[in-house]
């Protein structure tokens, strides 16, 4: 079970996923998130479905990617998931039976100019993704939680906060999904940051539901007919209030995790 997302933001790509895994009855903790090296820059991968199969499908690319001499480091992992995948999955005696054989990647790709692309494959295929992609169980309610909230441009910081919230939200509404949570951005002056998403998600159980409450208030006031002006600007004191409120207790707590990082290096880390 698996949520993994990610998010181009105007400075590179961010890339997260949870760590929950399940075999048969038992629940155990792994890493989703693959960093690797290409000609000096870091791109990474992450993979939800069928672990084993996906986890040997990225380690091959890995292997290949370090051998060749080839400049084009799509072509590489797009030759080598479509062999990879044929092999374990289509040929797979299963195949078409069992759907616990497939597995899905999202990848970050460095280019040669210095810029960093994010792909997301559909069985042997791989498309690019222009905002935001996910995978895994979660990914419907996460897109539909994202919507048109992740829009080209956003700031790392900006992606960051979208990203937390996404995985707080799907960790509480969708089973199979859990912390602890990975988050890297893979920036295009090469750089790699390692964030906590334990400051958010504190923030998130505190006051989402909150705010959830006040600002589904306030719009269905605003469509009540029966409801007075006096009403519904009433409604909007409490709602501006609450706002002015969350922003108060943020600013409290010096979330200075934007500002530091858990990680940040010039190299792969996984």
């Known amino acids: 079970m698996t949520i993994a997302a990610g998010f181009v933001h105007r400075d590179g790509v ?21 960093t690797f090296d290409w000609k000096g820059r870091v791109g990474a991968f992450a993979f939800a479905g069928n672990s084993n199969f996906a986890l040997s499908t990225v380690q091959k690319c890995k292997t290949r990617l370090e051998a060749t ?39 970050v790709i460095p280019t040669s100019d210095g810029g960093t692309h994010l792909f997301k494959s559909d069985e042997a295929s791989l498309q690019m993704v222009e905002h935001f992609g996910a995978i895994g169980i979660g990914d419907t309610f996460a897109r539909h939680l994202v919507g048109k909230s992740c829009m080209g441009g956003m700031s790392e910081r900006r992606t960051l906060q979208l990203a937390a919230y996404m995985l707080k939200m799907t960790e509480e509404n969708v089973p199979g999904c859990s ?4 988050i890297k951005s893979l920036r295009t002056d090469g750089s790699v940051a ?15 539901s909150f705010y959830d409450v006040i ?56």
């Open 69 to 107: 001499s080839k400049q084009d480091a799509l072509e590489v992992i797009e030759g080598t998931l479509t062999s990879e995948y044929t092999r374990l999955v289509f040929k797979h005696p299963l195949y078409g039976a069992d759907s616990s054989m497939a597995f899905s990647l999202l990848i």
């Open 179 to 182: 912390r602890p949570f990975h």
């Open 14 to 34: 961010l890339l997260c996923a949870d760590t929950e895994e399940q075999q048969g009855a038992m629940k155990t903790h792994r890493p989703k998130l693959v």
């Open 215 to 270: 600002s589904r208030q306030l719009f269905f006031n605003a469509m009540d007919e029966c409801d007075g002006d006096q009403d519904f600007e009433e409604n909007v004191h409490v709602f501006l209030t609450g706002v002015r409120e969350i922003r108060k207790s943020w600013r409290n707590r010096r979330p200075d995790m934007f500002l530091n990082p858990a990680h940040t290096s010039q190299h792969p880390r996984d």
């Open 194 to 208: 390692d964030f906590s998403t334990e400051l958010l998600a504190e923030y998130t159980d505190k006051w989402g």
